[in-house]
């Protein structure tokens, strides 16, 4: 089913592509992810001057400590409607989402137990796949560079099962659907050959 799911991303990721000059084209790499460890890297392509379409690839696979996990991978096409121009100030998006993820054995800051009481005590393996919103706003630095905030919200199918870390019992596999955080960003984005 993963497979399947990753396929089907990658081709919505590709429709709509047409070939594109090197102007068109901006790499981009959020900073607050990598503050947790995760890896990514997006691209994005021009397919007109209001619109983009681009894909962004996250990894985590760490365990921090002895026993807290935020490992995780996945994967999220998207298109994005620029108001004035592309790559330049507001935009908002749609977009898909899937991947799977293994975290547990810590408690979350600021709002500690109240949220997710069992996280400290538990792990929760499973897969995600879903759908949401973006909006965002690049600000100019150079010629080639923008810096770019963004927050994004959906709703997303989860599928996993709790494992305790003490005595290793494995729950049954539950399915939910939740409204999701799907992005938070500050990113840095490079633009290929760009004339601004």
Do not use: C
Not at 136 to 164: M, Q
Not at 171 to 177: C, E, G, H, N, Y
């Amino acid at each position: 089913m993963t497979k399947k799911f990753l396929w089907i991303l990658l081709l919505v990721a590709g429709l709509g592509i047409r070939p594109a000059s090197a102007q068109q084209f901006a790499a981009r790499s959020n900073l607050l992810y990598w503050m947790t460890g995760t890896i990514n890297l997006g691209g994005e392509y021009a397919v007109s001057q209001h619109s983009t379409v681009g894909v962004s690839f996250n990894l985590n696979p760490w365990t921090f400590g002895s026993d807290n996990k935020l490992q995780h991978w996945f994967v999220r096409p998207e298109y994005r409607y620029w108001f004035t121009e592309k790559y330049t100030r507001f935009f908002i998006g749609a977009h898909l989402i899937g991947g799977q993820f293994e975290v547990g054995g810590f408690k979350l800051p600021f709002i500690g137990n109240r949220l997710l009481s069992s996280l400290p005590d538990n792990y929760y393996k499973g897969s995600v796949i879903g759908a949401g919103i973006n909006i965002g706003y690049d600000f100019y630095v150079s010629p080639h560079w923008n810096i770019e905030l963004s927050a994004g919200a959906g709703v997303g199918r989860l599928k996993y099962h709790a494992k305790t870390i003490r005595e290793g019992y494995a729950t049954p596999d539950k399915a939910r659907i939740l409204p999701i955080p799907t992005e938070l960003g500050v990113n840095f984005v490079y633009l290929f050959n760009s004339k601004k």
